[in-house]
């Protein structure tokens, strides 16, 4: 009976930190989109910035959908590095498209800041840091090339430049 009570107030507490971190996220989930579908978006670099952004949000959202394991710390990492992982992988969509020195800069602060969180978060739970790799600013070329619409991934290996 003790376990099961201690169960109910580790969901009650876990529930009462979702009711905080969730609702802007919901909100902004459930609002009405401003991407367009697949099959309206626009051309160009406009499009595959639309597509690119909004497959990273579709991986946050997912990554973000963690199952409860009653460990509210671990929990709380579980839902909160999707999310952070979600802010660099918008923030180097930027890099990639953006031409706003302002918002590229901030956009280079958040992959900094964030990799830090998220480091820092897994630490306190004691699960081990992977390595960072120099994250792509600069599209596929071969999938840019080949004009794959509805495939196109983040590759994260580091770049050859030259």
């Known amino acids: 009976m003790l376990r099961f009570l201690k169960t109910c107030l580790a969901m009650m507490v ?3 930190v979702l009711a905080l971190v969730l609702p ?5 989930h459930e609002a009405p989109r401003a991407t367009p579908s697949l099959d309206t978006t626009p051309a160009g670099e406009e499009g595959t910035f639309l597509r690119e952004n909004e497959a990273a949000m579709t991986k946050m959202m997912r990554g973000m ?24 992988d918008m923030a180097v969509i930027e890099l990639r498209y ?31 840091v992977t390595a960072s790799l120099p994250a792509p600013t600069q599209p596929d070329q071969k999938a840019a090339a080949a004009g794959d619409r509805h495939h196109h991934h983040m590759d994260m290996a580091p770049e050859n430049k030259h």
């Open 24 to 28: 802007p996220l919901v909100l902004a």
């Open 98 to 128: 953006g031409k706003n020195e302002q918002l590229r800069r901030i956009a280079q602060e958040i992959i900094v800041e964030q990799m830090q969180e998220i480091a820092a978060m897994k630490l306190a739970i004691g699960q081990p």
């Open 14 to 16: 876990f529930r009462a």
């Open 65 to 88: 959908a963690a199952d409860p394991t009653g460990d509210i710390d671990r929990d709380f990492v579980a839902m909160m590095v999707p999310h952070h992982q979600g802010a660099i």
